[in-house]
């Protein structure tokens, strides 16, 4: 085994779970790698403000993220990120990650944590006003929009529930769905229907964003008839589904329907010695501190993996 490549453990994805991970890892001593495909701190660096942090009054999640990564860092993490992984081998003792620079890394742990994605509109111009107008996270975001006219995007049950949570804020939601009819459950269709901030566009799509610096207003096409009018709009949240980044270990490890990957309470999943954390797994709730704690719980059962595998080599040796 080539001691240069390999680790006892290696994190897949840098967001707060995997770089949580990370941060507990490396303090134990453990040789960790973290590996990254985009930008170190996944979702969490989208997001302008983060008020609702433990201990934390107000801080971007750039400079969030920063911190972790720093704090990993002086661990004595490793952290190779904007790069993408060929392939992965998680059966055996010894897992495998090959990267598409032709490298490659070996440990006995592995945590997945590639995050995920809020499902877009994919109307051009989206990308260019989000964290600008557009967010996907009414808990994240909401504070923001005070006293402001919003819409809502979606017709199930996260759409109505964080429109009824937004009109904690706002003073108009404006519910823009493509069918005459809800998805999401009676109750939640009757307190969204009953409430005097909420106002309803269906059979209804967005078609277009328009803005400067920020989003000002959208185009939103009537389906049935085909007219379209402009809608003007401080802010638009999106709730249309959620998609985790778990497209590269479909086969390799137990997911769900959704695509979420299967977990125990102490993160491990369907492999031996992997473990998985953040927004990829399945659960309801995706916040960072949700996330951090996945990554907590994730990095101390990987560590006692470990130990138990050293101690069962000791045993042998003595032997």
Not at 114 to 124: F, K, Q
Not at 163 to 175: D, G, M, N, P
């Amino acid at each position: 085994m080539n001691t240069d490549n390999h680790y006892d453990a290696i994190v897949i994805g840098a967001g707060p779970a995997g770089l949580t991970a990370g941060i507990y890892l490396s303090r134990a001593r453990i040789k960790t790698l973290i590996i990254n495909e985009g930008t170190v701190g996944g979702q969490m660096i989208l997001t302008h403000e983060i008020a609702n942090y433990p201990g934390v009054e107000n801080i971007s999640g750039y400079q969030l993220a920063n911190i972790m990564k720093k704090q990993a860092k002086t661990f004595g993490c490793d952290i190779k990120s904007n790069i993408n992984i060929e392939d992965l081998d998680l059966k055996g003792d010894i897992k495998k990650v090959v990267l598409s620079d032709g490298s490659f890394f070996t440990s006995e742990a592995v945590i997945l944590s590639p995050g995920g994605r809020s499902r877009t509109l994919g109307i051009a111009g989206e990308d260019n006003f989000k964290g600008k107008g557009i967010s996907y996270c009414a808990t994240c975001d909401g504070d923001f929009f005070t006293d402001k006219e919003i819409i809502v995007v979606g017709g199930g049950n996260s759409a109505l529930e964080e429109a009824v949570s937004l009109t904690k804020y706002a003073k108009k939601v404006t519910i823009v769905h493509q069918f005459d009819h809800f998805q999401a459950f009676e109750h939640a269709v009757e307190e969204a229907k009953s409430h005097p901030k909420i106002n309803f566009v269906m059979e209804s799509t967005i078609t277009a964003y328009h803005g400067q610096d920020h989003l000002e207003s959208v185009d939103i096409k009537n389906l049935r008839t085909g007219k379209t009018v402009n809608f003007k709009t401080d802010g638009v949240f999106i709730f249309i589904g959620y998609v985790p980044n778990t497209e590269f270990v479909k086969g390799k490890v137990e997911l769900n329907q959704w695509g979420e990957i299967v977990v125990k309470p102490d993160m491990s999943t369907s492999i031996e010695g992997v473990y998985a954390a953040g927004d990829s797994i399945v659960k309801r709730y995706r916040q960072v501190t949700t996330a951090v704690a996945d990554g907590t719980i994730a990095a101390l059962a990987a560590s006692n993996y470990l130990h138990e595998i050293k101690a069962k080599h000791n045993k042998l040796i003595e032997a």
